[in-house]
């Protein structure tokens, strides 16, 4: 750069700075009001003392909600164990809500709002999964300093977990005899399982298409989990090959895909950092731990969904 024309350039930097905060003043912009003083002063328009009426802690519930943290080892770490859990079990709760109402939806046909709640579904999985990367701050040492205080309990007891397996379609009634019959967890569980799941939903939504349809798949024990079959692959390839004349079902078969897609990574991330913090150990539910977890990986709630990418 010559030396006049370096001059031009600073002399219009000069000129920009100025003319950026003269106007800033000038605008009475409260962006840059708040940026020079570095305060926010409250506006009178904002409520105060709200006394008989209902405020945010109020609505919701924040006294329960925040004083249910009750570490009893006295060890820093189990905060962030018992809230990343806590935390968890909100958004499965949502996740179960939300997957309710893809069935309803898909059941009276209504896709367009049945897609919307998929896919916060598999919004609310990657949340999910992002989580492992706070707890994979907690070490084994860590760790270890309170995990006997956990006694027996354990993930694999979590009925808001369960019951997404199941409304997506992995039933095992024998996941019920690890919570007391007769509990609310029991009697929910129970529930879910002598209902169609997602995947039922969708099946039917196939038929109704005009797919042949396996006819043994309605009549099918649906307490027990769902197994791949010929007439099921065979539409799904249908779908796919004309996805402009099945458009909603092929948009249906991608949303899945994602959700699946989502909570196997749940799955693995889980796996994965429990490997990290206990290695090979047994897991305080009593099972063999990481190779239980492991196992969880080869299930799959839309298996032809898979199987017809071969196809194609
Ligand atoms: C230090 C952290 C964690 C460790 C060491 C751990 C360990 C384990 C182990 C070993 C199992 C197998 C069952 C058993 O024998 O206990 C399990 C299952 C499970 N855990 Fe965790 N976990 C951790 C964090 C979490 C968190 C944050 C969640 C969130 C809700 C969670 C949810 C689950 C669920 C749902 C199962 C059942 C999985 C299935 O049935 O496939 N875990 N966990």
Redesign the pocket.
């Known amino acids: 750069m010559t030396k006049a024309s370096s001059n031009t350039a600073n002399t219009k930097h000069t000129d920009t700075k100025n003319k950026t905060s003269s106007d800033s003043k000038a605008s009475g912009c409260p962006f840059h009001h708040q940026a020079n003083d570095n305060t926010r002063p409250l506006e009178d328009g904002i409520h105060q003392n709200l006394d008989n009426e209902m405020s945010y802690r109020d609505y919701l519930q924040l006294e329960s909600v925040l004083s249910a943290q009750k570490p009893l080892s006295g060890e820093h770490d189990e905060m962030l164990?018992i809230i990343?859990?806590q935390t968890?079990?909100l958004w499965?709760k949502l996740a179960g809500h939300e997957l309710q109402s893809a069935i309803d939806y898909i059941k009276a046909e209504n896709f367009g709002p049945a897609f919307k709640v998929i896919a916060r579904v598999k919004q609310i999985f990657m949340q999910l999964t992002q989580?492992w990367n706070i707890?994979s701050t907690?070490t084994p040492s860590d760790?270890l300093k309170f995990r006997d205080d956990l006694g027996r309990s354990?993930?694999?007891q979590?009925c808001g977990?369960?019951k997404l397996?199941f409304l997506l379609g992995n039933k095992s009634a024998d996941?019920l005899k690890i919570h007391p019959a007769g509990s609310s967890a029991y009697q929910e569980l129970d529930k879910l399982l002598n209902n169609n799941s997602l995947y039922d939903e969708v099946i039917i939504a196939l038929a109704k298409a005009g797919f042949d349809i396996d006819p043994t798949i309605s009549q099918r024990d649906i307490t027990q989990p769902y197994q791949r079959n010929d007439s099921v692959l065979a539409a799904w390839l249908n779908v796919y090959q004309q996805p402009e004349t099945y458009f909603e079902l092929y948009e249906l078969a991608e949303k899945l895909v994602d959700i699946e897609d989502a909570f196997q990574q749940w799955?693995f991330k889980?796996m994965y950092?429990?490997q990290r913090?206990?290695g090979y150990k047994?897991?305080?539910?009593?099972?063999?731990?990481?190779g239980?977890?492991k196992k969880?990986l080869d299930v799959s709630f839309f298996p032809e969904l898979f199987e017809v990418r071969t196809h194609l």
């Open positions: 164990f990343i859990h968890s079990e499965l989580s707890l907690l760790y354990s993930g694999i979590s977990y369960r397996e996941m799955r889980h950092t429990v913090i206990i047994k897991g305080t539910g009593g099972s063999s731990g990481v239980f977890l969880a």
